[in-house]
């Protein structure tokens, strides 16, 4: 069974920083891109940023609204991925999702975590 | 990286058909044939349910159906049925990032 767990979440002033963590089991993780997704209160969802396999030379992209202040990356012996988000600002609080994709057999397979709250808030 | 573009709301009667536009630009719907769909249900994780524009993940059902003309995506939805009520999320690749739609509110009447 597929899972991934994301924790590290919680409340934090703006300006502060929080480390998320996603640990992934039960599939290939090595080899697939590990991405976040988030999603304010009420609103839809935002992509944040990935970070590709080793073979992809763990290339990194982000969001415009993110990029400067988050930072991802990835453990593959410990099969975890993190977001370290730094000068947290009130407008990024939200649930934050990691997701994946891997080819099973010629089928596209899409794994997401069930989420852990981010509160920006003085 | 401006989110694609969907309409807030959709409704339809059981039994009946629907499409939810996902209109973008040629730096993201329009120039890859990499659009999917989620289902989101409130308090759960979005489910993939069209990926490459028109596939469909196994396990899906085959009411669900994805197409692409220029820069819009549509998802068609036939058959409609209560449990297809939900939040509808458009998503395409943009080059090296990712763009979601603002998300599209299914309510069957």
């Known amino acids: 069974e597929v899972q991934l767990v994301e924790s590290g979440g919680g409340l934090v002033q703006p300006g502060g920083s929080l480390k998320l963590s996603c640990a992934a089991s039960g599939f290939t993780f090595s080899g697939s891109a590990m991405h976040w997704v988030r999603q304010a209160s009420g609103k839809g969802l935002e992509w944040v940023g990935r970070i590709r396999s080793k073979a992809n030379s763990y290339a990194t992209a982000y969001a415009a609204s993110v990029k400067g202040r988050f930072t991802i990356s990835r453990d593959d012996s410990k099969n975890t991925a993190y977001l370290q988000m730094n000068s947290l600002k009130t407008e990024d609080t939200a649930v934050y999702y990691c997701?994946?994709?891997?080819?099973?057999?010629?089928?596209?397979?899409?794994?997401w975590g069930q989420g852990t709250l981010v509160t920006v808030s003085s | 990286q401006s989110a694609l573009t969907q309409p807030a709301s959709v409704s339809g009667s059981p039994g009946q058909s629907i499409t939810i536009s996902c209109t973008g630009t040629?730096?993201?719907?329009?120039?890859?044939?990499?659009v999917s769909w989620y289902q989101q249900h409130p308090g759960k994780a979005p489910k993939l349910m069209i990926y490459?524009?028109?596939k469909r993940p196994s396990g899906v059902s085959n009411r669900f159906s994805g197409s692409k003309s220029g820069n819009t995506a549509s998802l068609t939805i036939s058959g409609l049925q209560a449990e297809d009520e939900a939040d509808y999320y458009c998503c395409s690749y943009a080059g090296s990032t990712v763009v979601f739609g603002g998300g599209t509110k299914l309510t069957v009447l």
């Open positions: 997701t994946s994709q891997e080819i099973w057999f010629g089928e596209l397979k899409d794994y």
């Open positions: 040629s730096s993201d719907v329009g120039g890859y044939n990499y």
């Open positions: 490459d524009v028109s």
